[in-house]
């Protein structure tokens, strides 16, 4: 047993050490940050994702002080870029953006590489918007009612694409299939510009995607929106019906946000959380935000988390419903 000595003088240099180790931290998190830091996300180059990553990196370049650098880990519907920033070192250094694919692989998958709440410190949440439904110019349907008339006439042959299996997207495109009782088929794509790509070149009948993938394509007129998955008229489409008119109930809104490794020290977690809030309100981002079919949507780090924990239960309900089976 030891003596009553040698336990207090251990405790002591225990004490003395963490004594020395709090104010070392506390100037690390000060300096905060002294080198480049990285922002990774798991969707192609052009896609929602990249374009909101590198408007809120600029964001965070001038505040930081220090550059910040985007960084495309694509695939999986976003889990490799999840999984390599759940398990980076928690230093401030490795952000990622979230998309509403993480809850919904969350949902999907049988197994992840990481716990989805657990290994992230969440720190704001970004923008918030819905989803267009359309077809190339020239596909004979001319409505979303015509578009579910032709699938149900030949179930399996309307195709619809997305940015990866167990996307957002892709869940879109089920519960539309399901909503109208019809049989539509999926086609992935690695994400980016490929999906949208895909429908104008005829290969797949319709796009599920966000406005500021398929915006640019409907106004030049080589697509044409049949619908947005808002609960009414987005205000950048006004004219194009919201799906609920069609297929009662029916809204599907996503969302983007900045999360860091867990463990991340919660000063930094603070500052970043004031830069993004300060950045998403200014007018000129907002502005950007809304002209690329998002609104701006900030939060509260715990805002954020039982968000994250809410759309998990809500896409495991949805696929219980729609009757998808959980993947590998």
């Not at 905060?32 to 408007?55: E, I, K, Q, S």
């Not at 509403?100 to 992230?120: E, I």
């Amino acid at each position: 047993m030891p003596s009553t000595r040698s336990f207090s003088r251990r405790h002591v240099l225990t004490a003395g050490a963490a004594a020395l180790a709090t104010p070392a931290l506390s100037w690390a998190q000060a300096s905060y940050p002294t080198h480049p830091v990285t922002l990774t996300h798991g969707f192609g180059a052009g896609g929602n994702a990249d374009v909101v990553a590198r408007l809120i990196a600029q964001k965070l370049s001038e505040s930081l002080k220090q550059s910040v650098v985007v960084d495309i880990k694509s695939g999986a519907g976003g889990v490799i870029a999840s999984n390599a920033v759940a398990k980076a070192a928690p230093d401030g250094y490795n952000l990622v953006m979230l998309t509403g694919a993480h809850t919904v692989s969350a949902a999907l998958k049988k197994k992840l590489p990481y716990d989805p709440v657990k290994d992230f410190a969440f720190i704001s949440t970004v923008s918030a918007f819905p989803f267009v439904v359309a077809v190339r110019a020239e596909h004979p349907a001319k409505n979303l009612a015509e578009l579910l008339e032709m699938a149900k006439k030949e179930p399996g042959r309307i195709t619809f694409t997305s940015v990866g299996v167990g996307s957002t997207q892709h869940m879109v495109g089920e519960l539309l299939g399901s909503t109208a009782n019809v049989q539509l088929m999926h086609v992935p794509y690695r994400g980016g510009g490929a999906p949208v790509q895909a429908v104008i070149a005829g290969d797949v009948d319709i796009l599920t995607d966000t406005l500021t993938v398929a915006a640019p394509h409907i106004k030049s007129g080589r697509l044409r929106a049949l619908g947005v998955t808002s609960a009414a008229e987005w205000p950048t489409m006004m004219g194009v019906p919201p799906v609920s008119a069609v297929l009662r109930g029916f809204e599907v809104r996503s969302w983007l946000g900045l999360a860091a490794p867990a463990k991340t020290p919660q000063a930094i977690i603070d500052r970043l959380t004031g830069d993004v809030n300060t950045a998403l309100r200014g007018a000129d981002i907002q502005k950007t935000l809304f002209d690329s079919g998002s609104m701006a949507s900030r939060s509260t780090p715990a805002e954020f988390r039982r968000m994250v924990e809410s759309e998990i239960k809500r896409w495991r309900n949805v696929i219980t419903k729609v009757g998808i089976p959980q993947q590998d």
